[in-house]
């Protein structure tokens, strides 16, 4: 996974699952990574995909923040390309 700009060490390790629910077209992505303490940290989004402009409207976000943070970036700079 490349590195991005900006972005925390946390994602570089964790384990990410995205899916699109075909009735919805609801795109969901979990990022889970195991903290150096032994914690599990987990990050979740759901985002509907605009295909006119290729944008992801947020609909419910929840878990670490900075980890999801990280999520949102790597899910805008790796599934939202054209």
Do not use: H, Y
Request: net charge neutral; aromatic share 2%; proline share 1%.
């Amino acid at each position: 996974m490349p590195l991005l700009k900006g972005k925390s060490k946390l994602l570089e390790d964790a384990d990410i699952d995205c899916k699109v629910d075909k009735d919805s077209g609801i795109l969901r992505c979990t990022a889970q990574v195991k903290t150096e303490d032994g914690k599990t940290k987990t990050a979740t989004l759901e985002g509907l995909l605009r295909n006119e402009d290729r944008e992801l409207v947020f609909l419910k976000t929840s878990g670490n923040k900075t980890l999801l943070n990280d999520l949102k970036r790597w899910v805008e700079e790796n599934l939202l390309k054209e």
